[in-house]
């Protein structure tokens, strides 16, 4: 055990030493993160809406809609430029400087048949639907007043009674709203989401800087050596396989306070976030190790490792949704990348330890087979 | 250079002997590559173990430090066996291995305090003995710096500077100088002379006749994985009896100018290289004549002739027919 | 020519490592066709809608949602599966009709319908649209309770009088069109197809200074050096041979994208010539990496984040159209992915050479400047950098 401390602290110390390690498992995984998660934007909207409103017919109703936009607009959400003529909003959706220009015709409140037109960008077509449903929905609200008015006033058709039964209906609440619980059903926000993925992504490089040092021990004869000294056979590649397990875990945990301090991201609770990220550090250690029990040079490797690493990131859904192919959906399951992510969108919606076991255990599976078979085959490796 | 007639160490008898081998033999892939070698080591003894390159020094070395499980054999360390995890018999050994075995991105300090804390020394003490082999290897000066930084010699003095730090019994040391400048050459045979002037029993490989010459009460001599014969070095010189040796630096058509000499009478063994020939010959001095007719007559042309006192080159190509050097 | 030589050579070594062959033509490929088929071109967004509790109302709801026109498209899920599948990526969004939906409302209780949604626009455009249609319900309901209320008949009265009423009733209504060019070229795999090109064009040619720090490290080049040949002729070769890799992984991306995955380039010499531009923006960037670097594995890794990093800022990874103005602007300034995009993005709406002109002026610019740096470092680096060169560059010509 003596010697197992001493050798692992030996590659630990090489390994900070050494600037492309410390790269690798904090520095390029965070900014890649901080650039995903700029990029994609960190809420619902990359950026505003950039809407046009005419005002064709200057009445209370019409007032009311824009008034709509303008506190949409207040939230961030939208902009809203005012434009006098509608051939000139249609122009500027055409050209797409807004995403979408609102013309609200003469008459739209006493003319019942008029009709807010809703002129969108082709390009735009989540904006363009987005206004889409807020000119509904200010049209259904209305309508939907002077029906339950008309409908309760009966036969004959009395407008005093009407107008009456209509300002009594506008109080009365819909009883049906929609509320966004994304952020509680397990969905993990874009921030968190980039943050983990990267994590979990370079972590299958990072924990290369342990096992595979064992192919160039033995390249460069200090392998010999070790062996050569009262040192326990197992001792060296069981230092091996602590420096990754210790070097991925630092790595992770680094990551996990960074990106939470810096980026906003926000992992969820700690003992289920260790947990996973044990697992995850484990999982990675074991299939690292197997690809290096397997190749002959550190250069080789490198890059079979470079090639797996890649290939479990996409099908672990790292780089997008892989489940949207439906062909590939399974195969997400297979990777420890796709347990990760998977059980840290358990902990988004406040989970606990408990929600995430599942996914430990998986992922510590991963570590036990792998981890074996690696073990088994570098057993040989360790002597000359 | 002056030869060191040490008196021959007693015939070492396993129980006394420090390293003893007896039968050593090692394939790879089917191919024998150490085939029944058997030599003591006695304390405050240094053996050479003399051979060209692929002569099967290393495979030994290997298997006596406990590396390479061999085939069969036996391999005791002051009477202790030796396997792979035998960990009472390494920590009597140092190896000093043919390859610059040490972490290039440490400093020369944190390689030698790395490696005596795995040799068991305590922090403090591994401090201190770190300090003092950095001395002794002269390596002082630049303790501090990273050892991938160092020349050539002085990673060479650093890999020694390794295998010294427990004080061993035993120290092994493989081509140690292989590609290092005269001066740190000679620096390092120096510190192995002083070495073993401690009472530290040596186990010295080499493909350099001189260095042999310098440092080794007793020699082994390696071809082709066989212990072709060992002993002092008077002993082994003795071998070649009275011949003496020969080295022709000529041109031409050096093939069929060796088979020529092999025909003549006095000579005893021969080898043809690419620059000349040397051989082995009973009495030179009256057959020299002979000798540059059977060349010239061949199509070769001499250049120079060199006569010698039979020496440890010579007792090589005596046993093998074959120069040291190829 | 010893230029041509020694690309040669470094062409010879890149291609032999069958590792190198994975990355540079196997991967862009099977990238292409998973994200064209997970995400590519125009695809519809997927909405689960769960239903705790059947009910009239409640499968009301549900057909309204299914009817909704507005080109998502909408399938029954079960109630435990639905967040997991949002999650996964499965469905972009899930509505969940709450248990006992039907009875609160018949009770006069408000009720709420739950959304979840990946965030991203897709989120947000499915979001609107529930919005929408839960908000007609609502309406349609709230009228009812209304009638039911004034004129206390129970509620499915009170609803039939409503429907019946806006049926006659004329009302306001929202008309919708699109104008503008269409800026999607309509095959599912087109954009995926340029975006993932620049991508593997810049990461390959700059995880492939990897070699030239070797060459460094090793000492070759100041063996080719002390070889009669110029330091123009090494670093044109050197240049050559990454340019060589790149150009040959665009080349066949490019063809072998068309062939198996249908994906319109447009007007080919102009598009030969941006993949011709951008890939010596990145052979140059990787000469310069490959002068910088102190050792290969820094090399790779600087290599990783640069790859990646520019190429999602340039807009490779979300259209540039979604970016804020500034960070089009950051865009176009930091990343040459930027320029490539604009220019892949006018060829797919059947622009010509005219029409990318500003774009490919850019990129061979900016592959001049980096170009220029990267030989003056290499230069120094060389042992009596300018004085040999001098004395050996008519040696080097002939
Ligand atoms: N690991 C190995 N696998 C196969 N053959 C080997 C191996 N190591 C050494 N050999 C062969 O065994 C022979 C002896 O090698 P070695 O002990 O290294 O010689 P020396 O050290 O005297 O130069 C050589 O022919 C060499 O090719
Ligand atoms: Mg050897």
Not at chain 1, 33 to 59: H, K, M, Q, S, W
Not at chain 1, 194 to 211: D, E, I, K, P, S
Not at chain 2, 289 to 316: H, K, N, Q, Y
């Amino acid at each position: 055990m003596r010697a197992v401390l001493i050798l692992a602290g030996k590659d630990l110390r090489l390994r900070l030493r050494d600037r492309s390690a410390v790269l690798i498992a904090v520095v390029i995984p965070f900014t890649l993160a901080l650039i995903f998660a700029t990029v994609f934007g960190g809420n619902e909207t990359p950026r505003p809406f950039a809407y046009a409103v005419t005002d064709l017919d200057r009445g209370p109703v019409a007032a009311a809609f824009v008034d709509v936009l303008d506190r949409l607009a207040e939230r961030d959400i939208v902009t809203v430029r005012r434009v006098a003529d509608p051939a000139e909003a249609a122009e500027l959706a055409d050209g797409g400087t807004i995403d979408a220009a609102f013309v609200l015709p003469a008459g739209i409140g006493t003319d019942g048949t008029a009709a807010i037109e809703v002129i969108g960008n082709v390009n735009a077509p989540t904006a363009a639907d987005v206004a889409r449903s807020l000119a509904a929905a200010f049209v259904d609200d209305l309508t939907s007043v002077r029906v339950a008015a008309v409908a309760a006033a009966g036969e004959p058709h009395d407008p005093r009674r009407i107008a009456a039964l209509a300002e009594r209906a506008a109080r009365f609440t819909p009883p049906v709203s929609v509320v966004d619980v994304s952020a509680q059903r397990r969905i993990l926000d874009t921030r968190t989401w980039f943050a983990a993925a990267m994590a979990v992504f370079f972590l299958f490089f990072t924990v290369q800087f342990g096992v595979s040092s064992l192919i160039e021990e033995r390249a460069g004869g200090t392998l010999g050596r070790l062996l050569a000294m009262p040192v326990p056979p197992g001792a060296v590649l069981t230092a091996k396989l602590l420096t990754s397990v210790l070097f991925g875990a630092s790595s992770l945990a680094v990551l996990i306070v960074a990106t939470t301090a810096f980026m906003g991201a926000s992992w969820g609770a700690p003992l289920a976030v260790a947990a996973l990220a044990g697992a995850a550090v484990l999982a990675a250690t074991g299939v690292t190790a197997v690809v290096a029990s397997l190749a002959r040079t550190a250069e080789q490797a490198g890059s079979w490792q470079a090639v797996l690493a890649m290939l479990l990131g996409m099908l672990g859904g790292v780089f997008f949704p892989i489940e949207r192919v439906p062909a590939l959906k399974a195969l997400s399951w297979a990777t420890p990348h796709g347990w990760f992510l998977g059980g840290l969108g358990e902990l988004a919606g406040g989970g606990s330890l408990r929600e995430v076991l599942p996914a430990v255990a998986a992922m510590c599976g991963f570590a036990a087979v792998t981890g074996a078979v690696a073990v088994v085959r570098l057993r040989k490796a360790v002597r000359p | 250079m002056t030869l060191r007639q040490l008196a021959a160490p007693p015939t070492s008898t396993g129980t006394g002997a420090v390293l003893s081998c007896r039968g050593l033999r090692k394939s790879y892939d089917g191919r024998l590559a150490v085939d029944g070698v058997s030599f003591d080591i006695g304390k405050g003894e240094t053996y050479g173990l003399l051979g060209p390159n692929g002569a099967g020094k290393t495979t030994v070395i290997s298997m006596v430090v406990g590396i390479l499980p061999p085939d069969a054999g036996d391999i005791r360390v002051a009477g202790l066996p030796m396997t792979l995890r035998a960990l009472a018999a390494k920590s009597r050994i140092g190896y000093v291995p043919q390859e610059i075995a040490v972490y290039p991105d440490l400093t020369g300090r944190e390689n030698l305090r790395l490696f005596a804390r795995l040799y068991g020394l305590r922090a403090a003490a591994a401090r201190a003995r770190a300090e003092e082999v950095l001395e002794v290897v002269g390596l002082s000066g630049r303790a501090g710096d990273r050892a991938g930084t160092y020349s050539g010699g002085m990673q060479r003095r650093l890999n020694i500077g390794a295998g010294l730090l427990h004080r061993p019994d035993l120290l092994i040391l493989d081509e140690p100088t292989v590609g290092v400048d005269p001066q740190s050459r000679n620096a390092i045979l120096d510190d192995v002379t002083a070495l073993s002037g401690r009472g530290v029993a040596v186990l010295y490989t080499t493909h350099y006749m001189e260095e042999a010459h310098r440092l080794c009460d007793r020699v082994g001599i390696i071809d082709a994985g066989r212990l072709v014969a060992q002993g002092t070095q008077r002993e082994l010189t003795a071998l070649v009896g009275q011949c003496d040796r020969v080295r022709l630096g000529a041109t031409g058509d050096l093939a069929s100018a060796g088979e020529a000499l092999e025909r003549l009478g006095s000579v005893r063994g021969i080898a043809v290289g690419a620059d000349g020939i040397e051989l082995l010959d009973t009495d030179a001095r009256t057959a020299l004549p002979a000798i540059l007719a059977a060349v010239s007559g061949a199509g070769a042309t001499v250049r120079s002739v060199t006569l010698e006192e039979p020496d440890l080159e010579a007792v090589f190509l005596h046993l093998t027919g074959r120069s040291l050097r190829d | 020519m010893k230029a041509l030589a020694i690309a040669a050579v470094d062409l010879r070594r890149t291609l032999r490592d069958r590792t190198n062959l994975v990355f540079v033509f196997v991967f862009p490929l099977l990238l292409v066709f998973v994200l064209g088929t997970a995400v590519g071109g125009v695809a519809v967004p997927r909405v689960g809608v769960a239903v705790a509790e059947s009910g009239p109302l409640a499968d009301r709801l549900v057909a309204a949602l299914a009817a909704q026109g507005a080109g998502i498209s909408v399938r029954r899920h079960s109630v435990g599966e639905l967040a997991p599948a949002v999650a996964h990526g499965e469905l972009d969004a899930g509505v969940l009709v709450p248990a006992g939906y039907d009875a609160a409302i018949r009770a006069g209780h408000a009720v709420t319908v739950e959304f979840v949604a990946r965030p991203g626009t897709v989120g947000t455009r499915v979001g609107s649209v529930v919005r929408a249609v839960v908000g007609h319900e609502a309406g349609r309901l709230r009228a009812g309770l209304f009638v039911a209320a004034e004129r206390g008949v129970p509620l499915d009265d009170g609803l039939r009088g409503v429907d019946g009423v806006a049926a006659s009733l004329p009302r306001l209504s929202v008309s919708a069109r699109t104008v503008g060019t269409d800026l999607d070229t309509g095959g599912r795999f087109d954009t995926t197809a340029s975006t993932q090109l620049l991508l593997f064009l810049f990461v390959t040619a700059l995880t492939a200074s990897v070699a030239l720090v070797e060459t460094r490290r090793l000492g070759v080049l100041r063996r080719m050096l002390a070889t009669p040949t110029s330091t123009a002729a090494i670093l044109t070769g050197e240049g050559l041979g990454r340019l060589t890799v790149t150009v040959l992984q665009g080349g066949f991306m490019m063809v072998a994208t068309a062939l198996l995955f249908d994906v319109r380039w447009g007007d080919p010499f102009a598009a030969g010539a941006l993949m011709l531009a951008f890939a010596s923006v990145a052979g140059a960037a990787g000469l310069l990496m490959g002068s910088l670097a102190r050792t290969p594995q820094l090399a790779s890794a600087i290599g990783i984040l640069l790859g990646l990093g520019l190429a999602a800022l340039g807009g490779t990874m979300m259209p540039l159209e979604f970016f804020t103005p500034f960070m089009r602007t950051v865009a176009h300034v930091v990343s040459p992915h930027a320029w490539a995009v604009d220019g892949f993005t006018a060829l797919g709406r059947g622009g010509g050479f005219g029409d990318i002109a500003v774009d490919l002026a850019v990129l061979l610019a900016v592959a001049v400047v980096l170009t220029a740096v990267a030989c003056r470092r290499l230069r120094r680096e060389l042992p009596g950098g300018t004085s040999r060169s001098a004395l050996t560059r008519g040696a080097g010509r002939s």
